[in-house]
Structure formats: C-alpha cells, structure tokens
C-alpha cells in the first residue's frame, strides 16, 4: 500500500509519474530507513545526521530499540501511530484515532511547506505514510502502554479461520506465545551481555503487536477485546480493514490533488487534471483491498491496473520497481559528493530533512496542542 498503492493514488490524482514515484519511494522509506548510529561526515566538513524513522522488531537490535522509550517517542509516535488527542489521560491522547482532527492538521501544515521547501515531494510521501497509517494503525498508541494490551484468545477473524496459527507464527519469531512477555523475558536474558536495563515503563505493549500483522492485512475482516477497556476506553473492537483503507485511499487521493493544484506548480506536479475518487476509483481500490493474496500477488494487482490505464496514465504505463537500497546508497555516497549544498539534490537526503522537520512539528508542536507531552 505505503509503495505500490500511493503510486497509483498519485498517479490518479493527476501527478506526474516522476512526482509519484518519489512521493511513494518517501511513503515506503519511512519502514525502511533504520538510521545511522554515527553521522557521514563530508570533506567539507558539513555532517549528515540520519535519523531512522522505523526499526524492524525482528533482531536483537530491533528487539531492543523498540523497548527504548526515547525510540518509541522519536520514531514510532511521530511516524506510525500519530496520536489522536481524544480522552483525557496521557496514555488516551497518545493512542491513534483514523483521520483525527490533528491527522488532518498535519496534512495541513505540511501541504503549506510544499511550496516553499527543496524536500517537498519527500515531505509528501512521509506525510501520505503517517496519514495512512491512522487508518490502520488507530486503536493503538506508539508506546509501550497497558491500553495497548488485547485478551489473546478474543482475536477473532471472519476471513482468516487459522488465527491461532498465524498469532503462533508471529509470536515464534520472539520464541514465545505471549509478545508482551516476550518482550520482557527477551530483553532481561540479553541484559548480562549488553548491559542493557529494562525500562519499568516498558510493561505494556508496543504498538499493535498484541495483535500481530492483522491492522496491515488490508481484506480482514476481525474483532478483539481490550485488557483494560477502561483505560483504553474501548469495548470490543470490530474492524473491517478493507472498509478502513477504502477510507484511506480517498483521503491520500484527495491530499493528492491538492498539492497537484497548488499555486505556481501544476505544470511541476501535474501532467492532467486527474480522476474524480468517487466516478472512477472507488469501485476500482474496493476490488483491491478485498483480494485474499499475499503481499506479492496483491502488488502485482496494483501494478496490473496502473499498466491497464485504470488510475489515470496512459495504457502500458508501468510502476517502477521499490528497491530501499538505492537510496540508503545514496545516503552512503553523500560523502563523495563534489561539495556538501549537492546533497539538497539527492532525494535520499531530501528525504530525511522531511523526515526532521514532520517529527518536530508532530512532537513539539502538534503534541502539545492536544495536551500530550512526552519530550
């Protein structure tokens, strides 16, 4: 979705191929770009800061890093579970609410950047990955929290009768049943080796790990109940995933089209006026995110409609391949550029200035205008 999905929704709203290929390169990077742990100094002296704006889990390192409550707050808040702001506890504002009032504010904010900002383009695609996500990731908060925690046997799914054996699936790759102790049993046994301490914060769970893959299956039909429903301030949850990114397709598109209509870059931006959401797409994504497929098979269906001429470009039109390597190459080569101000053209460095300046706005901005502080 983050990839070959907001390709196609760029594409339909009127962006150039080119345009849309770096917005949803940008989207998909913000999984992929694990950081540096020391800057790429350049001869001329200028420093290269990498921030990484995710962490795989499944590593020793990962496995640490998503217990690192200054990791939690530095990468998971601000780029995959935007906090909604609702209730009244910190741990309620924290938790992501679908297309919140502050989603739509930081949609806002970073639109009004587009025309002034070299990484604009970038900035998007970050943008369209953190929108995307309140769609899918809402329900569950960017930090190790009890509201976060889900009674394992009420994970039901319609469509997915082997629940037992994907959660099993899942939790094996930690080595036990229970993520959240996982967590804990993981991070104590490694402790004599690293020297690493267990956070006591660290006692709720991350994310929706509670529940597996299951938010990012897009045709899932399931259901689960909360730990502490009282705290959560949920009951049992019902969540159609193909409904719920239907909802996101219409909204990155209609955040596309307006930056294909921004003042001064239609001829930049676009190449055509586009296709209206509800005439021409609508039926066209619910076709998709009902497909019952693997990752693979599903990207090749979006790849397969954008070459048919369905989102808008000309038939024969085909999706560049996603490939992270180029551009954590390009962020390796910025110390063998000519001179340090070359970087402003490389859009792996344009995107993680975007990077910097969205985890800003979110943390020191957006944070504290609905009451929720955490740095």
Same mark, same amino acid.
């Given at each position: 979705?983050?990839?070959?999905?907001?390709? =196609?929704?760029?594409?339909?709203?009127?962006?150039?191929?080119?345009?849309?290929?770096?917005?949803?390169?940008?989207?998909?990077?913000?999984? %992929?770009?694990?950081?540096?742990?020391?800057?790429?100094?350049?001869?001329? &002296?200028?420093?290269?800061?990498?921030? #990484?704006?995710?962490?795989?889990?499944?590593?020793?390192?990962?496995?640490?890093?998503?217990?690192?409550?200054?990791?939690?707050?530095?990468?998971?808040?601000?780029?995959?579970?935007?906090?909604? &702001?609702? &209730?009244?506890?910190?741990?309620?504002?924290?938790?992501?609410?679908?297309?919140?009032?502050?989603?739509?504010?930081? !949609? /806002?904010?970073?639109?009004?950047?587009?025309?002034?900002?070299?990484?604009?383009?970038?900035?998007?695609?970050?943008?369209?990955?953190?929108? #995307?996500?309140?769609?899918?990731?809402?329900?569950?908060?960017?930090?190790? $929290?009890?509201?976060?925690?889900?009674?394992? $046997?009420?994970? +039901?799914?319609?469509? @997915?009768?082997? !629940?037992?054996?994907?959660? $099993?699936?899942?939790?094996?790759?930690?080595?036990?049943?229970?993520?959240? =102790?996982?967590?804990?049993?993981?991070?104590?046994?490694?402790?004599?080796?690293?020297?690493?301490?267990? /956070?006591?914060?660290?006692?709720?769970?991350?994310?929706?790990?509670? !529940?597996?893959?299951?938010? %990012?299956?897009?045709?899932?039909?399931?259901?689960?109940?909360?730990?502490?429903?009282?705290?959560?301030?949920?009951?049992?949850?019902?969540?159609?995933?193909?409904?719920?990114?239907?909802?996101?397709?219409?909204?990155?598109?209609?955040?596309?089209? +307006?930056? =294909?209509?921004?003042?001064?870059? &239609? /001829?930049?931006?676009?190449?055509?006026?586009?296709?209206?959401?509800?005439?021409?797409?609508?039926?066209?994504?619910?076709?998709?995110? #009902? !497909?019952?497929?693997?990752?693979?098979?599903?990207?090749e269906i979006w790849k397969a409609n954008v070459t048919a001429g369905r989102f808008g470009g000309p038939p024969g039109e085909q999706i560049p391949v996603y490939d992270?390597?180029?551009?954590?190459?390009?962020?390796?080569?910025?110390?063998?550029?000519? +001179?340090?101000? %070359?970087?402003?053209?490389? $859009?792996?460095? +344009?995107?993680?200035?975007?990077?910097?300046?969205?985890? @800003?706005?979110?943390?020191?901005?957006?944070?504290?205008?609905?009451?929720?502080?955490?740095?």
């Open positions: 979705m983050h990839y070959y999905g907001t390709y =196609a929704l760029a594409r339909a709203a009127g962006l150039r191929p080119e345009v849309a290929q770096t917005i949803a390169t940008a989207a998909q990077y913000v999984d %992929d770009s694990i950081g540096l742990d020391k800057a790429i100094v350049h001869p001329d &002296g200028a420093r290269f800061h990498i921030d #990484a704006t995710s962490h795989h889990p499944f590593s020793l390192q990962g496995l640490i890093q998503n217990n690192n409550l200054d990791d939690q707050q530095l990468v998971w808040v601000p780029f995959h579970f935007l906090p909604g &702001g609702e &209730g009244q506890t910190q741990s309620r504002k924290l938790m992501c609410t679908k297309n919140s009032k502050f989603a739509q504010a930081m !949609v /806002d904010h970073h639109i009004g950047l587009a025309d002034t900002q070299f990484f604009a383009l970038e900035l998007m695609g970050i943008t369209a990955h953190v929108y #995307a996500d309140t769609f899918a990731h809402y329900g569950f908060s960017g930090v190790s $929290s009890r509201v976060n925690r889900v009674i394992p $046997s009420s994970i +039901r799914a319609e469509n @997915n009768p082997d !629940v037992p054996g994907a959660l $099993s699936r899942f939790f094996a790759k930690f080595g036990a049943q229970n993520l959240l =102790a996982n967590f804990r049993t993981q991070l104590y046994s490694i402790i004599g080796t690293t020297g690493t301490e267990l /956070d006591p914060a660290a006692t709720g769970a991350l994310g929706h790990g509670a !529940v597996a893959t299951f938010p %990012d299956q897009p045709y899932l039909r399931w259901s689960y109940d909360y730990e502490m429903p009282d705290q959560s301030g949920m009951p049992t949850m019902k969540r159609n995933n193909a409904q719920d990114y239907e909802e996101a397709a219409a909204a990155l598109h209609a955040m596309f089209r +307006r930056v =294909a209509n921004l003042p001064g870059k &239609g /001829d930049l931006y676009a190449d055509g006026p586009g296709l209206d959401f509800e005439k021409d797409i609508r039926l066209r994504v619910r076709e998709i995110f #009902a !497909v019952e497929k693997p990752t693979a098979d599903r990207i992270p390597t180029q551009w954590q190459n390009a962020v390796a080569g910025l110390k063998d550029l000519p +001179r340090a101000q %070359d970087a402003t053209t490389v $859009s792996a460095y +344009r995107f993680h200035r975007a990077a910097s300046v969205h985890r @800003n706005y979110v943390l020191l901005e957006l944070l504290p205008r609905m009451g929720a502080f955490i740095i």
